[in-house]
C-alpha cells in the first residue's frame, strides 16, 4: 500500500482495489500502466463511481434510486468532514483531499446519475454531450488531478477524450440501453436517418438505422480524436494509461465499423488477445488517428 495513505485507511483502499479488479470494463480501471502510487486513488474514484451508477442502473436498487445517490453525497460530504461514512468514501475523501480535487467533480457524476432517473431521450448532440460533461469529463480530470496535471488546457483535451468514450460506451451498448427504453442517439439524427423510436425499441436492423449508427460513429471519431495532444502531453506510465484508453475506445469505434453498424443484433467487445495486442500498442507504438 502507498506509504502516503494512513494506516487507517488502508482496509478502505484496499476493498476499493479489490472493487475495481473485479467487475467487467472494457477500458482500463487503475490497471498495471498506471503509477504505482496512483492506483489505489484512481481505485477509489472507481468505487464511488461505480457504486452510484449501481444505484441508478440495477434492478435491485428499484424504488430507491435517488434516495441511494443522494445518502451516496451525503455519506461524502461526511467523510469529507471527518465523520462516519462507508469505507470507500473514507478512502475517496482522502483521495480528494490529497490532490486538492474540486469536490464539484464528484458532484457533477451524480448529477449524471441522477439524470439517468429521469431522462431518457436527447433532442440534439448539444443536450447529449450536456450529458456527458457530468458523466464522464469529471473522471478524466480527477484522474489528471491524481497524476499532479492541472494545467487547463490538458483537462479539456482529456473532456473530449472522456466524452468520446461516453459516446462509444453508448454505442456499443445500443441494444441494452433499448431495452430499458433509452435512447441515446439524439432525435435530431433519428430524423434524419429517417428512423422511428418505436423502431429502434423494437430491435429492428434496417439500412436507416445502420445509417444512424454509422453517422453516430463517425461524429464520436471526429470528436474523440480532439482529444489526441493529451497523449503527447504526459509521459511515463500515465500515457501508457492514456493510450491505452484511447486505443480501447478506438477499437470499440472500428469493430462496430466491422459488422456493419449492426449494434442492434451484435455488441462489439474485447477478445482476451484484444486486450494482449491493445496492451503491446499502448506499450510499444505511437497513438494517432485511424
Known amino acids: 500500500m502507498d506509504p502516503s495513505i494512513p494506516a487507517g485507511l488502508e482496509k478502505a483502499?484496499?476493498?476499493?482495489?479489490?472493487?475495481?479488479?473485479?467487475?467487467?470494463?472494457?477500458?482500463?480501471?487503475?490497471?498495471?500502466?498506471?503509477?504505482?502510487?496512483?492506483r489505489p486513488h484512481v481505485a477509489a474514484l472507481y468505487a464511488f463511481a461505480r457504486t452510484a451508477d449501481d444505484f441508478a442502473d440495477e434492478e435491485r436498487y428499484e424504488g430507491r434510486r435517488r434516495e441511494e445517490i443522494n445518502r451516496w453525497e451525503r455519506g461524502l460530504r461526511d467523510a469529507l468532514k471527518g465523520r462516519k461514512a462507508p469505507a470507500p468514501l473514507q478512502a475517496f475523501a482522502h483521495t480528494l483531499q490529497a490532490f486538492r480535487i474540486p469536490l464539484s467533480l464528484p458532484l457533477d457524476l451524480l448529477k449524471a446519475y441522477r439524470?439517468?432517473?429521469?431522462?431518457?431521450?436527447?433532442?440534439?448532440?448539444?443536450?447529449?454531450?450536456?450529458?456527458?460533461?457530468?458523466s464522464a469529463d469529471p473522471v478524466g480530470r480527477m484522474v489528471l488531478y491524481?497524476?499532479?496535471?492541472?494545467?487547463?488546457?490538458?483537462?479539456?483535451?482529456?473532456?473530449?477524450?472522456?466524452?468520446?468514450?461516453?459516446?462509444i460506451n453508448f454505442w456499443q451498448d445500443t441494444a441494452l440501453d433499448l431495452k430499458r427504453n433509452r435512447i441515446y442517439y439524439p432525435l435530431s439524427e433519428l430524423k434524419k436517418a429517417g428512423v422511428r423510436e418505436k423502431d429502434l425499441l423494437a430491435l429492428e436492423d434496417s439500412p436507416?438505422?445502420?445509417?444512424?449508427?454509422?453517422?453516430?460513429?463517425?461524429?464520436?471519431?471526429?470528436?474523440?480524436?480532439?482529444?489526441?495532444?493529451?497523449?503527447?502531453?504526459?509521459?511515463?506510465?500515465?500515457?501508457w494509461e492514456l493510450q491505452a484508453t484511447f486505443l480501447g475506445g478506438q477499437g470499440i469505434l472500428k469493430k462496430i465499423r466491422g459488422m456493419d453498424y449492426n449494434v442492434l443484433r451484435h455488441r462489439p467487445s474485447w477478445s482476451a488477445f484484444d486486450k494482449l495486442s491493445l496492451a503491446a500498442k499502448a506499450l510499444f507504438g505511437r497513438v494517432g488517428p485511424g
Not at 483502499?13 to 496512483?38: D, I, T, W
Not at 488546457?153 to 459516446?167: A, E
Not at 436507416?208 to 504526459?234: C, I, M, Q, Y
Open 115 to 134: 439524470m439517468d432517473l429521469t431522462v431518457k431521450r436527447y433532442a440534439s448532440w448539444k443536450e447529449l454531450l450536456y450529458y456527458c460533461r457530468h
Open 146 to 167: 491524481i497524476s499532479g496535471i492541472r494545467e487547463g488546457g490538458l483537462h479539456r483535451y482529456s473532456d473530449s477524450i472522456c466524452s468520446g468514450l461516453q459516446l
Open 208 to 239: 436507416r438505422v445502420r445509417r444512424l449508427v454509422k453517422s453516430a460513429v463517425d461524429f464520436t471519431e471526429a470528436a474523440f480524436r480532439k482529444g489526441l495532444p493529451l497523449l503527447d502531453s504526459v509521459s511515463g506510465r500515465l500515457k
Open 13 to 38: 483502499y484496499r476493498q476499493c482495489g479489490e472493487r475495481a479488479a473485479g467487475h467487467y470494463e472494457n477500458f482500463p480501471v487503475a490497471s498495471l500502466l498506471l503509477p504505482k502510487a496512483s
